[in-house]
């Protein structure tokens, strides 16, 4: 029969060669604890900076696309702010035309008021001719009353336009009398 001891044997002594416990004395168990410890606090920053870094990435990649639809939108706006300045360039040489129009046609205009305006109103006057020469205008017309060629002839030479008015011809009818006159232009102002 095999007898066992239950109770400890204080009366052995360790022998040398045996592995020590890992326990209390040694301090094993807490380093154990530690190195688990400062395992899951790196495991624990590694994912907090996959996660931050995760939402930096998306951050982006939102901030990329909102930038290109911005880019899309402005594309868009240059491309009518082009068509705009062509228009207002065509629209701007039109109205240089115009200017160009209008100055040239000042002369003539000028010309033809001031004639008007120097028709008696007075009398039955008509004019049928306006000439251009190269120094003024010649003036052709009717009228049953001869009498207000003179007036006609004042208010030429009043009208500023003309250095000297003669009168070229009259020819007497019956009713009418047909005239000429020729008007010489001052040499400031250019009748064209």
């Known amino acids: ?28 168990g807490s380093l154990l604890w530690i190195g688990v410890v400062v ?30 639809q911005e880019e899309q939108r402005l594309q868009a706006l240059r491309q009518e702010l082009v068509k705009f300045e062509e228009l207002k360039a065509q629209r701007q040489s039109r109205i240089d035309v115009i200017e160009r129009l209008k100055e040239s046609q000042k002369g003539p205009v000028s010309l033809l008021n001031a004639i008007i305006h120097a028709v008696p109103s007075k009398g039955n006057l008509w004019l049928t001719l306006l ?32 250095a000297s008015v003669d009168v070229e011809v009259i020819e007497r ?20």
């Open 131 to 162: 000439e251009q020469k190269d120094n003024g205008i010649k003036v052709l017309g009717e009228t049953r009353t001869p009498d207000v060629l003179p007036d006609l002839m004042n208010n030429l030479t009043g009208s500023g336009l003309f």
């Open 39 to 68: 395992a899951l606090l790196v495991a624990a920053a590694l994912g907090f900076m996959w996660f931050d870094n995760d939402k930096k990435i998306k951050e982006g990649q939102q901030k990329q696309t909102e930038l290109k």
């Open 1 to 28: 029969m095999i007898k066992v001891n239950l109770l400890k044997d204080t009366t052995h002594k360790k022998s040398s060669g045996s592995m020590p416990k890992l326990g209390a004395a040694t301090g094993g």
């Open 173 to 192: 009818n019956e009713n009418t009398s047909k005239f000429s006159i020729i008007c010489a232009s001052k040499q400031s102002s250019s009748v064209e």
